[in-house]
């Protein structure tokens, strides 16, 4: 028992020492896209391994296991081929439905400005963050197709639908802020 717990704080500590220079070393190895995105990498690889049963074998060298266990992420992720979420043909009326969860739904017809708020907040987003709003918001896919998809964890993805919301609920008050000042 005192060995998983030397391990767990071994671990902790590489983590947090070592954070910043792993996520350089992911960056280094693949582009930042939807599905190769640096930090998310890196998190996924922590969770696994903090995630580990506690009868596995001791860890004697950490940055050679977490390194390792990096490069492997990096060659999964890179041998996965993705496919992109684009704009299909009827993607106004889902700009329409997304606005809802924004703006309310009271008569079904939204102002041409709110419709065009919406599309410039979503296109502002990183591509990662644009991609699973229109996959899950406006295609109806589920996170566990999503992830049988890209190989992408369910958590990862739900983590940046979370932080995408959050950031285009900011994006689009500021907007409403700055059009009643008008």
């Known amino acids: 028992m005192e060995t998983n717990k030397e391990n767990y704080n071994n671990l902790s500590a590489f983590f947090n020492a070592e954070y910043h220079s792993l996520k350089t070393y992911v960056q280094s190895k ?89 599309k410039n907040a979503i296109q502002q987003l990183k591509p990662s963050y644009q991609d699973i709003i229109i996959a899950i918001d406006f295609e109806g896919y589920s996170y566990r197709e999503i992830a049988e998809q890209t190989g992408i964890s369910q958590g990862t993805l739900m983590s940046r639908r979370h932080r995408a919301l959050s950031l285009l609920t900011k994006n689009l008050e500021i907007e409403k802020i700055k059009m009643n000042k008008n």
């Open 30 to 118: 693949v582009d930042d896209t939807t599905e190769r995105d640096a930090e998310d990498i890196v998190q996924d690889v922590a969770l696994r391994i903090f995630s580990r049963s506690e009868d596995a074998s001791p860890i004697t060298n950490i940055a050679g296991f977490v390194y390792n266990s990096v490069r492997n992420k990096i060659i999964d992720v890179l041998r996965t081929k993705k496919e992109s979420v684009h704009e299909g043909e009827d993607i106004d009326t889902k700009w329409a439905e997304f606005a809802e969860l924004f703006y309310g739904s009271a008569d079904n017809s939204y102002p041409e400005g709110i419709m065009n708020d919406l």
